[in-house]
Nanobody, 111 residues
């Protein structure tokens, strides 16, 4: 199964930006999603992208987050702009069919 390693998280002020990266252990043409889990909450799907670049977003992030992928580098990105405190969570990527979870990367947005 494909495994993922996420990076790029950090502490940022509200209104700031971050770009997360997710590297896959092998080439995959699966539909990939970025997920997040805030303390005490269920993990939720934030954005998805197909192998040909078709994207979908949760309503809470639409217009602020942009998902993209570089198939040659086995990498999926999540550009996050105009961050809000409610975006604070651990962010993960995975295939939408849900293989093994990586360690995730922490995003903290201060008000």
């Amino acid at each position: 199964q494909v495994q993922f390693m996420e990076s790029g998280g950090g502490l940022v002020q509200a209104g700031g930006s971050l770009r997360l990266a997710c590297v896959a252990s092998e080439s995959t043409f699966s539909r990939i999603g970025w997920f997040r889990q805030a303390p005490g909450k269920e993990r939720e799907l934030v954005a998805t992208i197909t192998s040909i670049g078709t994207t979908n977003y949760a309503s809470s992030v639409k217009g602020r987050f942009t998902i993209s992928r570089d198939n040659a580098k086995n990498t999926v990105y999540l550009r996050m702009d105009n961050l809000k405190p409610e975006d604070t969570a651990v962010y993960y990527c995975n295939t939408v069919s849900l293989g093994p979870w990586g360690q995730g990367t922490q995003v903290t947005v201060s008000s």
